[in-house]
């Protein structure tokens, strides 16, 4: 069974520029979240997708956007990028629930996000 | 604000040793907890998880402990060995969440 996959595993933009990211659930996942991992903050929720819709948002600017596709894959999109803002993105799936995802999450490898 | 916070960021520990990481949390409403697993440029894994009304969890050379009334939660690894090197996140959800709570991480070394 694939595991997620998240596209591209590493990228360089420079300030003021937006960058997209994208992520394949493991087959039957429905439940799509993305996370940001910077050194010495952890792993920061910034939001999670069910069957398309957004269920929860953590506390980041608009600037942070994503959104799910009928096949449960998620982008991500980070406008105006900020120096701040270089980071490890991760994506993680989950089994289909219509309730609150408590349990385990599996993660992709992340996108490495370098701003200039 | 850090609401599941890892105080040590490092451990070093001899194979064979006990390996003890350590998570404490501020949310009492959280009543699921897990420890993730991180190598690098790998994501995290899965390790183990404890529900709020367990106090101790096994699964082999791992066992979670949870400390409802201190907030406290750690994950004890027994015997230790090199592969389990690696940095250890501890996470936490509350009722009728869609989002885990993670710590800043602690990173194990485990010495041959």
């Known amino acids: 069974k694939a595991g997620v996959t998240q596209t591209p595993r590493y990228l360089i933009k420079t300030r003021g520029q937006q960058v997209t990211l994208s992520c394949s659930p493991i087959?039957?996942?429905?439940?799509v979240s993305w996370y940001q991992q910077t050194p010495g903050q952890g792993l920061q929720f910034l939001f999670e997708y069910f069957s398309e819709t957004q269920r929860n948002k953590g506390n980041f600017p608009g600037r942070f956007s994503g959104r799910q596709f009928s096949n449960s894959r998620s982008e991500m999109n980070v406008s105006t990028l900020e120096l701040g803002d270089s980071a490890l993105y991760l994506c993680a799936s989950s089994w289909p629930t219509s309730e609150a995802n408590t349990g385990e999450l599996f993660f992709g490898e992340g996108s490495r996000l370098t701003v200039l | 604000d850090q609401q599941v916070k890892q105080n040590s960021p490092s451990l070093s520990v001899q194979e064979g040793r006990i390996s003890i990481l350590n998570c404490d949390y501020t949310?009492?409403?959280?009543?699921?907890f897990l420890w993730y697993k991180k190598y690098p440029a790998e994501g995290p894994t899965f390790l183990i998880s404890i529900s709020s009304i367990k106090d101790k969890n096994e699964d082999g050379r791992f066992t979670v402990f949870l400390n409802k009334s201190a907030k406290h939660l750690s994950l004890h690894i027994v015997p230790s060995q090199p592969g389990d090197s690696a940095v250890y996140f501890c996470?936490?959800?509350?009722?009728?969440?869609?989002?885990?709570?993670f710590g800043t991480g602690t990173r194990l070394t485990v010495i041959p």
């Open positions: 949310n009492s409403m959280f009543d699921y």
């Open positions: 996470a936490a959800s509350d009722v009728g969440a869609n989002n885990l709570f």
């Open positions: 087959s039957g996942h429905r439940s």
